[in-house]
């Protein structure tokens, strides 16, 4: 198969990129090469899809599959423009984060209300209007292809090669043992998937043909259970101590990603929904999903390896969660001691 991915040096599209040139298929890279190689076997063709004429260099080419990973409406447009009756299956990779309603749990990709779509002349550079533009990405993939594209709706994706530290954080905190901050409570729903079988499961749709919109996303798990299959994964001996939302939030501690945050940790009841999608429908098209505890253990392995045993872009520090921690413990001991005092 001669297959065309738009990307292929980042987290997903490197992923894919890696699996289809270890399945024997002709591979082809189309992107600036700027944030790393592209994988070995792989040809890379330079294109820079902010110039409406960056996809020239593949001017002519056919190719049997296309997988898209882009964020902006306009260079989706370009590539639709430019390769859509070029292409024999296109797959475009969207986000949970197209769906209006987070607090709603279980909801299910045919049924879900979707935001509005970002109008043209939004700010394509906006992470506000992240939702927005990948609603308008998707209408722009079924302007050109009609039904027939496979639309996946990534939720949050761990695994090798992950840049946000959004999953790597807790491989790595687990793996050091001791004390842990736990955030929320042990029941809070949550999910991830591993890169690699939504890698594995997008080639496969590229393959077969699979077309339709579903939402690529693991099982949902209790908050409990996942970081006790990480903590398996990576051999760690650890202790979790459960922190509830308003001590963090009053603390400053920042949901989900970026400085001084807590990873799969979201204010609730009004994202009880984001990590609790109904998988079903992705599970019958073929998607299958490995133990968390693998995607742990190669996690930790690739970031050590990597240089990476840091996590910088989400996570606490060390010293950071052992002076929350501190505080967490005593204020829980003061206020068993003032309830002491109020029984008597």
Known sequence: MRLLILGGTVFLSR????????????????????????PEGARHVVVDRDDPEGLAPLTRERFDAVIDVARKP??????????????????????????????????RVDTAPLLEAAPPGTDESDPERYGELKVRCEQVVR??????????????????????????YWPLRLARGGDVLAPGSP??????????????????????????????????MRRAELLERVAAGVGAEATLTWVDQDFLADAGVAPWMGERSLP???????YAGLMTRDPEPAFTAGLR??????????????????GRAHPGKAGLTPSDEAELLRAWHHRTVSDHTMSERTMS
């Open 264 to 270: 799969l940790w979201l204010p609730l009841p009004e």
């Open 143 to 168: 302007q050109h292809r009609g039904g027939d594209a496979f639309i996946v709706r990534a939720g949050l994706i761990g695994g090798p090669y992950d840049p946000t530290d959004r999953f790597t």
């Open 74 to 107: 306009t260079q989706v447009e370009r590539a639709m423009r430019a390769l859509a009756d070029r292409a024999g299956h296109w797959c475009f990779v969207s986000t949970v984060s197209v769906y209006a309603d987070q607090a709603t749990p279980g909801q």
């Open 15 to 38: 992923t894919v990129a890696e699996l289809a040139v270890r399945r024997g298929h002709h591979v082809t890279c189309a992107c600036r090469g700027r944030s790393g190689p592209v």
């Open 187 to 220: 029941d809070d729903a949550v999910q991830v998937i591993d890169v690699r079988d939504l890698a594995e499961w997008m080639l496969d749709g590229a393959e077969h043909g699979l077309t339709g919109t579903y939402d690529g996303v693991g099982p949902v």
């Open 289 to 306: 999903c490995r133990d968390i505890a693998d995607t742990a253990r190669d996690t930790r392995e690739w970031a050590l390896a990597a």
